[in-house]
């Protein structure tokens, strides 16, 4: 019998610097500690290795952090840690993460000749003002080279990220953007919208700034970039994700069909069978519990169904592959109807489509509007479960409604029906 397959996730929180925009769990200035960290995610993984050998590995992810400033031998050292203590498929999707001011030509050829088969390059714009004012240490002639270099050194699968809405950045912008990235052909494009978080310096700086794009310049760069990357070929697989065919990132598609997959580091997660659990956002800490067997788990808990079929609706409708009748009744042990119901007004308002195989996904305009829409979803399975659990039951509680958000016909009619609008 086949094993189950599994990712496997590594972080590494060495950075150059930090970039404005950032609150992943990444240090500047700490190179000093890479040995001791190193030690520390090796024994880590030396001590996980027979949980990781009843599986597969099917995917494994570098991430950061700048996995590529932390150097190539330190990345393949725990590369090959993995190959000793687990079965690492021939086929394993192997991904680092990279910025193109740590990209040597010569560190990227030994990846490419131990394993390393595919890499995501933290680009982000293409306007060298623009990865000034968000804090990038490279310039894009700069990422054009990097770029390059990764292709003669032998790779055919290069995931780009950008980001969208920057500080006064414009719809023509973007599309230069996007248009400087697709000439290069990368086989899989990340569009991320600028989120100010709260403890960064581009929050102190930008938060309820003018010039930062608001929400419907944000949505139309958004729906600019998902039209204009179907034309060049790029399918829309996630939420923010575009692939050529048969590029889709494999170890990404593991947390959104609710596979298992095994992270190490610090603030790395894991999700194994119903368990969820995360390690302290602390690298020293995190040093200290590893070489002294104390305890590294932050946050520790076990799913039961109600909570994983909330996942599973939440996740599916992220991705082009959405969710199916048959497919929710075995996971999530729900009545049908109530979702459907819903489903069916969406594809009324043009948000979600229904496949030849009973699939049913969102649209562009529909992941636009994917946090309130899977809201209502949600809302439809809590209900169901209210009508099939008698105790749960009140006389009085009223129809379920279906409040839908408004479509731009309904705003438009609105605004004309307004007595503003007779004064004018």
């Known amino acids: 019998m086949d094993k189950p397959r599994l990712g496997v996730y590594l972080h590494i929180p060495f950075c150059a610097s930090k970039c404005g925009y950032c609150d992943f769990y990444s240090l500047a200035g700490c ?3 890479m040995p001791l960290y190193q030690r520390a995610l090796l024994e880590h993984l030396a001590e996980s290795a027979a949980g990781i050998r009843r599986y597969e590995v099917d995917s494994i992810y570098f991430g950061g952090g700048t996995p590529s400033y932390y150097g190539a031998e330190r990345i393949l050292e725990l590369f090959d840690m993995l190959k000793l203590n687990g079965n690492v498929r021939m086929d394993t999707e192997v991904t680092v993460e990279c910025n193109p001011d740590s990209m040597e030509f010569k560190d990227l050829l030994q990846l490419r ?3 390393v088969n595919r890499l ?40 780009i990220d950008l980001m969208y809405g920057l500080p006064s950045q414009t719809r023509r912008d973007w599309a230069e953007t996007l248009a400087k990235i697709v000439e290069l052909h990368p086989e899989h494009i ?3 919208a600028l989120k100010l978080e709260e403890g960064t310096p581009m929050y102190r700086e930008y938060l309820g700034s003018p010039l930062i794009p608001d929400e419907d310049e944000q949505a139309d760069m958004y729906s600019y970039a998902a039209q204009m990357l179907e034309r060049y070929g790029y399918a829309q697989y996630e939420i923010s994700n575009f692939a050529a065919p048969g590029f889709e990132s494999r170890h990404n598609m ?11 580091g610090p603030g790395a997660h894991s999700s194994v069978g119903r368990l969820r659990y995360s390690f302290v956002k602390d690298m020293k800490q995190y040093i200290y519990g590893i070489t002294r067997k104390v305890s590294v788990i932050d946050e520790y808990e076990e799913l039961d169904t109600l909570e994983r079929s909330v996942e599973y609706l939440m996740l599916g409708m992220r991705t082009n592959r959405g969710v199916e009748e048959q497919e929710y009744r075995a996971r999530c042990r729900s009545d049908w109807k109530p979702i459907v119901r819903v489903l069916r007004a969406f594809r009324e308002k043009g948000w979600a ?21 899977i809201g209502i979803l949600l809302e439809a399975q809590a209900g169901d479960r209210l009508d099939n659990t008698p105790w749960m039951y009140r006389p009085d509680r009223p129809e379920a409604q279906l409040n839908l958000p408004k479509g731009e016909e309904e705003v438009f009619r609105e605004m004309a029906e307004s007595p503003l609008s007779r004064i004018l």
């Open 31 to 33: 190179e000093k500690q």
């Open 113 to 115: 000749e131990e394993g």
């Open 120 to 159: 995501s390059i933290g680009v982000q714009a293409t306007d060298d003002d623009l990865l000034r004012v968000i804090g990038r240490r490279h310039n894009w002639p700069q990422a054009q080279a990097a770029y390059l270099r990764a292709r003669k050194a032998g790779f055919d699968n290069i995931s």
């Open 190 to 192: 990340s569009c991320y």
């Open 254 to 264: 593991k947390y959104w069909r609710l596979d298992d997959y095994m992270g190490f």
């Open 353 to 373: 489509v229904e496949e030849a195989d009973g699939r049913w996904h969102f649209t562009v305009s529909g992941f636009l509007l994917s946090n309130q829409l």
